[in-house]
């Protein structure tokens, strides 16, 4: 699978996860690897909901501190895929 | 206009602490009782809230008697804020152990002494947790959430009080989404009551068996962290003398139910909390509107 392919799955996982979890209602048609974590509604404490879910889901633990300067949905993707999602 | 009154709230407040300071402990805590006790006359509601409270967590069924209950947890609000404030009188080093008893499982004391971990440490509006948040800076710095006032000259001078010792506040609300994550990265404490309406973040937990929503950034932090997570309660057993109690350390292992290991967290710390009301409900804040149906 390159990179791309695994950038679309993981993309569309985390979409998943969200939609789940999202307290706000987002325009999910323009949801991409360029959405901001602020556009989201992510805050400190649903932000914590979503690693959850990504760890049960993708299967892959990050470590809190790595997604604290993240900004947006590419970064998380990045560092998933780093990590051998 | 606001200003002027902002100064005159300023001024009443040092004139206050400076009577706190200066006053014999005795005379100060007499002080503070009056003051309750007009507060007491004044807000109705309050009362009515506390009593509602106290028959409805089935503590007490009679109202008068319930309602004397919230009375001197009254007094305990106004006695919490002097101690808190002359806190640094008597919890110095040389004078700590006549002042404190403490009740701490080897685990906590492990992870507290480790300088490369972190602690959460979940409480309640009980006895005086600002005490215990003095006490146990004395391992770690100490992070927790604090309202901001709305006088901000008060607000500063409350901070430069608190700065007394190593605790170092976190606003309610903050853009910083990883404000949390942070004091647990820097291998400090952090120091969370979970006992206020939670609102929105909130799960519903049975709170003396009926259902509040209490806050999950406890939980939910020690899911995703690892973080050690206990409980923790300061209860006032003198004039200025305390018995802090630690839990042994929470230890939930990760189901893939996120919300059944959140609710068997919460489920545990509402629990440990009961526990340490019973022993005195007049040391518990009853005038917080916890439960919302």
């Known amino acids: 699978m390159t990179d791309t392919d695994k950038q679309e799955t993981i993309l569309g996982q985390l979409r998943g996860i969200l939609e789940e979890s999202s307290t706000v209602e987002p325009d999910w048609d323009a949801f991409s690897t360029q959405s901001t974590i602020e556009s989201l509604g992510l805050d400190s404490l649903t932000i914590l909901d979503l690693l959850y879910d990504i760890e049960e889901v993708i299967g892959i633990h990050l470590e809190a501190k790595e997604v604290l300067n993240v900004t947006t949905v590419g970064e998380i993707i990045e560092m998933l895929i780093a990590k051998g999602a | 206009m606001k200003r002027l009154c902002q100064f005159a709230e300023y001024g009443f407040f040092r004139c ?41 967590s089935g503590i007490e069924t009679d109202p008068k008697r319930a309602l004397a209950i919230a009375k001197k947890a009254c007094h305990n609000m106004a006695l919490v804020i002097v101690e808190s404030l002359r806190s640094t009188d008597f919890l110095g080093e040389d004078r700590i152990d006549q002042h404190l008893q403490i009740q701490i499982p080897d685990d906590v004391k492990a992870v507290l002494e480790d300088p490369e971990q972190s602690l959460i440490i979940a409480s309640g509006h009980y006895g005086n947790w600002e005490v215990a948040g003095h006490w146990v800076s004395r391992y770690k710095p100490v992070a927790g959430i604090t309202r901001a006032m709305n006088n901000p000259y008060i607000e500063e001078l409350v901070k430069k009080r608190k700065s007394r010792y190593r605790f170092r506040p976190i606003p309610k609300h903050d853009g910083n989404t990883g404000r949390f994550l942070e004091v647990l ?109």
Not at chain 2, 24 to 29: D, E, F, G, L, S
Not at chain 2, 35 to 45: C, G, H, R
Request: proline content about 4%; charged content about 25%; some cysteine.
């Open chain 2, 185 to 293: 990265d820097n291998n400090e404490i952090l120091a969370l009551l979970f006992d206020q309406h939670a609102g929105d973040y909130g799960m519903m937990i049975d709170f003396f068996a009926h259902p509040a929503a209490t806050f999950k950034t406890a939980a939910m932090l020690h899911l995703v962290t690892r973080t050690p997570l206990c409980f923790a309660s300061c209860h006032r057993v003198g004039p200025m003398k305390f018995e802090i109690t630690f839990s042994p350390l929470i230890q939930q292992t990760r189901s893939g139910n996120k919300n059944e290991d959140i609710k068997a967290i919460l489920n545990s710390l509402n629990r440990d909390l009961e526990k340490t009301i019973r022993q005195d409900p007049t040391q518990y804040l009853w005038g917080h509107r916890r439960w919302r149906d």
């Open chain 2, 16 to 56: 206050v602490l400076f009577l706190c300071d200066t006053l014999p402990y005795a005379v100060t805590c007499l002080v503070a009782r009056g003051t309750a006790n007009l507060w007491w006359l004044v807000d109705k509601k309050r009362r009515i809230v506390g009593r509602d409270n106290i028959i409805r």
